[in-house]
């Protein structure tokens, strides 16, 4: 079973910057994606930013576009998402998703983000 901790989740004024990780571990699809969702109270779900595993193509939520950032280390075991100027509207949990092609996808247990002062 492919097994996602995300880490790095807190609370940061706004205008300020947070790295949050995903470890993953049992990946045996060498095709799939992988995501950040974020879910904030009352809302649905929503996907904030993704990479495929072949080219490292990424793409974004148009409300994250030019602030967060989502990268992968060397060994492909790790995904990050660098968020900078953060917005009280970015408070949310944050779920890493691995998602091989054809697949629903697998997730973690999510993150807490609150932006606030």
């Known amino acids: 079973q492919v097994q996602l901790v995300e880490s790095g989740g807190g609370l940061v004024q706004p205008g300020g910057s947070l790295r949050l990780s995903c470890a993953a571990s049992g990946i045996t699809s060498s095709r799939y994606t992988m995501s950040w969702y974020r879910q904030a109270p009352g809302k649905e779900r929503e996907l904030v930013a993704d990479?495929?595993?072949?080219?490292?193509?990424?793409n974004y939520a148009d409300s994250v576009k030019d602030r967060f950032t989502i990268s992968r280390d060397n060994a492909k075991t790790t995904v990050y998402l660098q968020m900078n100027s953060l917005k009280p509207e970015d408070t949310a949990v944050y779920y890493c998703?691995?998602?091989?092609?054809?697949?629903?996808?697998?997730w973690g247990q999510g993150t807490q983000v609150t932006v606030s002062s």
């Open positions: 998703n691995h998602k091989p092609w054809g697949t629903p996808g697998y």
């Open positions: 990479i495929t595993s072949l080219t490292g193509s990424t």
